[in-house]
């Protein structure tokens, strides 16, 4: 069993920055997908960025965040961070964290999902 914990939610204005984190427990952390999903209210949930747990890394981003957001993780810690910069309203939404099945660029088959956290971006 995996449980996936994230933090770092909140409110600020447009062109402000947030971190997101996300703790993972339990085992097979490594050589996974670790990703970041978002759910604006009344639209279907999309995805944000994933990051692949083993070897070098590999993460993508949606072309909506390109440039402006960054995913990175700390293995010792089972953490994925998204650090949020130059944040619009349009960013608006529940991020979910999520773990699955790495298939490079894109959506991945999720077995775990976060609770989610609330971003709140204002203009």
């Known amino acids: 069993q995996v449980q996936l914990v994230e933090s770092g939610g909140g409110s600020v204005q447009a062109g402000g920055s947030l971190r997101l984190s996300c703790a993972a427990s339990g085992n097979t952390y490594s050589r996974a997908c670790m990703g970041w999903f978002r759910q604006a209210p009344g639209q279907e949930r999309e995805w944000v960025s994933s990051?692949?747990?083993?070897?070098?890394?590999?993460?993508y981003y949606d072309d909506s965040v390109k440039g402006r957001f960054t995913i990175s993780q700390d293995n010792a810690k089972k953490t994925v961070y998204l650090q949020m910069s130059s944040l619009k309203p349009e960013d608006t939404a529940m991020y979910y964290c999520?773990?699955?099945?790495?298939?490079?660029?894109?959506?991945?088959?999720?077995?775990?999902w976060g609770q989610g956290t609330q971003v709140t971006v204002s203009s």
């Open positions: 990051i692949y747990t083993g070897g070098a890394g590999m993460s």
């Open positions: 999520a773990r699955g099945l790495w298939v490079g660029y894109g959506t991945f088959p999720v077995d775990y």
